[in-house]
């Protein structure tokens, strides 16, 4: 298929009907815009929880498709990026210092928060456990420190009771 001559980004976000041939067409413009044509993806969830600890292949899985075929890295706009953060802020006055971040994952939600300056609030509803936080907590490693919550509460549902009172 001829490429269209106005197409100077890639952008690759979650798609159930992600195929080789869109792969192929990513490519075809990565390649035939060099530097010029910008590769971005939305995140990097490697994995997406379903309900009784299943779960279905994220967004990054496609990311890292695209990447690994153009042999370059995409800029991440969503999550653990402060890019979209930085965005909403600007255009809503956001103070970071009376803003929560609530997640249910430490690589994207709680590392976004810290890396904004937010309060961070972790549901354990998701893919993170408890272990996994403790981990990070007693681990001297920067990196790792930069993954530890704020707060944690074991449901969303939690949250609202307390903001009820």
């Known amino acids: 298929a001829p490429l269209e001559p106005a197409v100077r980004a890639v952008l690759v976000g979650f798609d159930e009907h992600f195929s080789y041939a869109k792969l192929c067409q990513a490519l075809r413009y990565l390649q035939r815009g060099g530097d010029g044509c910008l590769l971005v993806g939305t995140n990097r969830d490697h994995r997406l929880p379903l309900e009784g600890g299943a779960a279905i292949p994220g967004t990054g899985c496609l990311v890292k498709a695209v990447e690994t075929a153009a042999e370059r890295e995409a800029f991440i706009v969503g999550k653990p990026n402060r890019y979209m953060f930085d965005c909403v802020a600007s255009e809503f006055n956001i103070d970071p210092a009376r803003t929560i971040m609530v997640g249910d994952r430490l690589d994207t939600d709680i590392l976004m928060g810290n890396n904004c300056g937010l309060t961070t609030l972790l549901t354990l509803t998701g893919v993170t456990t408890l ?11 920067p990196a790792r420190q930069s993954l530890v919550p704020d707060y944690y509460v074991d449901s969303i549902a939690d949250l609202l009771t307390a903001l009820g009172d």
Do not use: R, Y
Request: proline share 0%; aromatic share 0%.
């Open 131 to 141: 272990e996994e936080v403790k981990g990070h907590q007693e681990s001297d490693c």
